[in-house]
């Protein structure tokens, strides 16, 4: 037997044997699966001839997807399909120029899915990128000694066969050190940390490489663990291992795999972590959005008491002040002429009434609650230094949304009158169903700045009704306010 066919047997059993160990010892991986099939293809040649490079499929294969077992973006999967077409392609018809596009192929995704790593993904991958290049290259000088005739067919093949050899070395001493199960727990972490809607129990599934993990949910109104799906987790089958997440003296949760798992104790250590971190953090985003959903109902309630103490106060202000008020002029005039003492009684009556409707203006005014929204704003109109478009047809709304509309539409022409320079401006109101929109607008120089107090303090009472305040003032461009109220309650 010549030197190069011991070589090209001893490559053969190298990786087959390589395969075998990553099989049984990473059996969350499929790096061992297809150090096997390219054993097997390896041999395959020795039986015909023309599928001597039927090996290049699989060895390709393992390259673009070590060390999680997955391919990453179209193009691996371009690449990797390539390369089975190549290796069969060749049982028929050599070609030099397809063997020099693989190797080019390889190199180009090898880099690709190199650069989406990052962190202990990215350590784990360079020894991938490493024997991707180097077989990447020894293909290259295959390829090119057949179309450029260097005649060194020997050198090449024994290159080829050394590279070939000792990647797969390489790649098996570094998933037996652990660069596996690195990339698998950082992926994991990645994805949970992303929050991808395929759920927990899919993410641990792909992360393990076990298709029938299940994890069960501790419930202690239940004294038991529940599934993603809500039934109960059978833990008493024999051919599956429980590994419980705790936090201190609590269980969390269980997570249920292949027993050989147990073999490969960093992997699970990291998966119980993993499960552990991501409850925690589900506990307190739901602590969170429950603190938020508080606070929002508590500002909303805020607004709505306030605005129900200004209606008592208007209908306070109605039977009490005002009727006393018009109760004193009626008897100044029915006690005869009226001579100057008592004409200047009744100015002074006239004038605290008007004090009294200005103040009532600025609690609720009267026509708001007796008109509704269009009435008011059109009495609102009217006293407008600026001259204003009203369009409002609308039905009656709920207090709390008519009073913020009515006084976002005061505020806003109050801003216009002493700040805008405008010549006229607009209010037009809509609704439907859902929610009612204030859009007041202006043609005056624009450049109104949100951060304003009377600005800032619209939006925070626009905010606690769940509503949107957008302002819109280019310079030179007047100015838009839109004020956008649900006129149902988000679900607290």
């Not at 395969?19 to 699966?33: E, I, K, Q």
């Not at 199960?181 to 393990?208: H, I, K, S, Y």
């Amino acid at each position: 037997m010549s030197v190069v066919s011991a070589l090209d047997l001893l490559v053969g059993a190298v990786v087959l044997g390589a395969g075998a160990v990553a099989w049984r010892t990473r059996p969350g991986s499929r790096v061992g699966l297809l150090m096997v099939l390219a054993g097997l293809a390896w041999f395959a040649g020795y039986l015909t001839p023309s599928l001597v490079f039927l090996h290049r499929g699989p060895l390709t294969h393992l390259h673009l997807v070590y060390p999680t077992g997955r391919l990453r973006g179209p193009l691996s999967w371009v690449a990797v399909a390539a390369a089975y077409l190549a290796a069969v392609t060749e049982a028929f018809a050599r070609s030099p120029c397809l063997q020099v596009i693989l190797a080019a192929l390889v190199v180009v995704t090898a880099f690709q899915v190199f650069g989406r790593t990052s962190g202990p993904a990215r350590v784990a991958a360079r020894p991938a990128l490493l024997a991707a290049c180097a077989f990447a290259l020894v293909l290259l000088l295959g390829g090119v000694n057949q179309l450029f005739a260097w005649r060194l067919d020997l050198p090449v093949l024994l290159a080829y066969d050394t590279v070939v050899a000792l990647v797969v070395v390489v790649l098996l001493v570094d998933l037996l050190g652990g660069g596996w199960t690195d990339a698998a727990l950082a992926e994991l972490v990645t994805n949970v940390g992303r929050g991808l809607p395929t759920g927990l129990r899919a993410q641990l599934r792909r992360a393990m490489g076990d298709p029938a993990v299940e994890i069960g949910f501790w419930r202690a109104n239940r004294g038991s663990y529940v599934a993603e799906d809500g039934t109960v987790l059978d833990l008493t089958g024999d051919n599956r291992a429980a590994t419980r997440v705790d936090e201190g003296d609590e269980p969390l949760a269980v997570v249920a795999h292949d027993p050989v798992l147990l073999g490969d104790p960093e992997l699970i250590a990291g998966v119980a972590s993993v499960v552990r971190l991501a409850l925690s953090n589900n506990r307190l985003n739901a602590e969170i959005d429950a603190a938020v959903t508080e606070l929002r109902a508590s500002r909303r309630r805020l607004v709505e008491i306030g605005d129900a103490q200004c209606r008592r106060l208007e209908a306070a202000l109605v039977a009490g002040p005002y009727e006393q008020l018009d109760l004193a002029a009626g008897i100044l005039r029915e006690c005869g002429p009226l001579n100057g003492e008592r004409d200047r009684l009744l100015i002074e009556l006239h004038a605290a009434r008007a004090e009294m409707d200005a103040f009532a203006r600025g609690v609720r005014p009267p026509s708001l609650a007796a008109g509704g929204l269009s009435a008011a704003l059109r009495e609102l109109a009217q006293r407008s230094a600026v001259p204003v478009t009203v369009t409002a047809d609308v039905r009656r709304l709920p207090p709390a949304v008519e009073a913020a509309v009515y006084f976002c539409c005061s505020e806003g022409l109050a801003n216009i009158a002493k700040h805008a320079g405008a010549t006229a401006a607009s209010i037009e109101i809509t609704a439907d169903a859902r929610k009612v929109v204030a859009h007041i607008g202006d043609d005056g120089v624009g450049g109104a700045d949100r951060r304003s107090a009377g600005l800032r303090g619209l939006a925070d009472r626009v905010e606690a009704l769940d509503g949107t305040l957008t302002v819109v003032s280019p310079p030179g461009g007047g100015t838009q306010l839109v004020v956008s109220l649900p006129l149902a309650r988000k679900e607290e």
